[in-house]
């Protein structure tokens, strides 16, 4: 180290080498929980202290035991706590949170093997609705968030949304197959993020659904068209904001009225859907499908 850096002060590199976590991660908690203060030296690089390194150590050891990352930071930000603390504090979480925490670092590391692994861990441990509605969704979502404060950059996003859709190809494996009712999934155009829509169809499939999946960017034309032809009992459109929703309102409306509709995501709303005739899923796309699943349940059963 520079000895212009100051007495105790440590660059990225060197706290890195010293704990056994990268410094993709190092950043990553700083950036995301703030778990790092460092000070600027005179050439304007970022310097740790002490102070970092403990604390750093300090969140290794609560994610052994089995916490979040963001329950771990706040663990280690907290300072030293009493024992019969800590120790409830590691036995009341449940034990998704370990793995899934597990997951996030690899992914926000750019870790493959790593995230493959966890995710692996974690479908082996778990259902695959408990997996989907309790890491995926919540890591998409929190990378999202990140990516529109500039937090992490495109390249980390594609990564990510990489491996993830990778793993839920697998999982979608002959999801069209089947006698179920039939249910059209599409996002519609310039609508490019599927990855929950992808998930919903899964939850659908493992419920006895037989999908159709025309996936992001599909024009409107082209879902009233397959939806005319096929005559799914559920057309299902999602959209990340209302802009890619509001155009097509007339559009909408017809094809409300050749199949029963759908909108879902943050881009849809309650006046969209009731412009347009549609039903809208405002809950998460596990808990959506899950509901779909239960009132055609109900529906077949006369109720």
């Known amino acids: 180290m520079d000895s212009a850096d100051g007495p105790g002060l440590l660059r990225i590199g060197e706290l890195s080498r010293r704990v056994g976590v990268s410094d993709h991660v190092l950043r990553a908690w700083e950036n995301r929980y703030g778990l790092l203060s460092p000070v600027r030296s005179a050439g304007g690089f970022r310097l740790y202290s002490e102070n970092d390194e403990r ?87 929190d990378l999202g968030e990140r990516v529109a404060q500039g937090v992490v950059g495109i390249g980390q996003e594609h990564f990510a949304s990489h491996v993830i859709r990778g793993r839920l190809a697998g999982l979608a494996r002959g999801w069209g197959g089947g006698r179920g009712p039939h249910a059209v999934l599409a996002c519609p155009s310039e609508e490019h993020h599927d990855l929950a829509l992808m998930v919903f169809g899964i939850v659908l499939a493992r419920n006895g659904w037989r999908i159709g999946y025309l996936g992001a960017n599909t024009p409107i034309a082209d879902v009233l068209r397959i939806a005319e032809d096929s005559a799914p009992e559920l057309v299902v459109l999602a959209a990340t904001v209302p802009e890619r929703l509001t155009p097509i309102v007339g559009e909408l409306r017809r094809l409300a009225s050749a199949a029963p509709l759908a ?41």
């Open 263 to 303: 909108l879902a995501g943050a881009g849809a709303s309650q006046a969209i859907a009731d412009e347009t005739g549609a039903w809208l899923l405002a809950g998460d796309p596990v808990s959506e499908a899950l509901r779909v699943t239960r009132a055609a349940d109900l529906t077949d059963r006369g109720a």
């Open 55 to 141: 604390r750093v150590r300090r969140m290794q050891a609560e994610l052994a035991n089995g916490l979040s990352a963001a329950q771990a930071a706040r663990v280690a930000l907290a300072g030293e706590l009493p024992v019969g603390v800590a120790d409830r504090a590691v036995h009341e979480v449940p034990p998704v949170d370990g793995a899934a925490a597990a997951f996030g670092v690899a992914l926000d590391a750019m870790d493959e093997p790593g995230a493959q692994g966890a995710l692996d861990q974690l479908l082996n441990e778990f259902t695959v609705e408990t997996v989907l509605r309790d890491v995926v969704i919540p890591y998409l979502h």
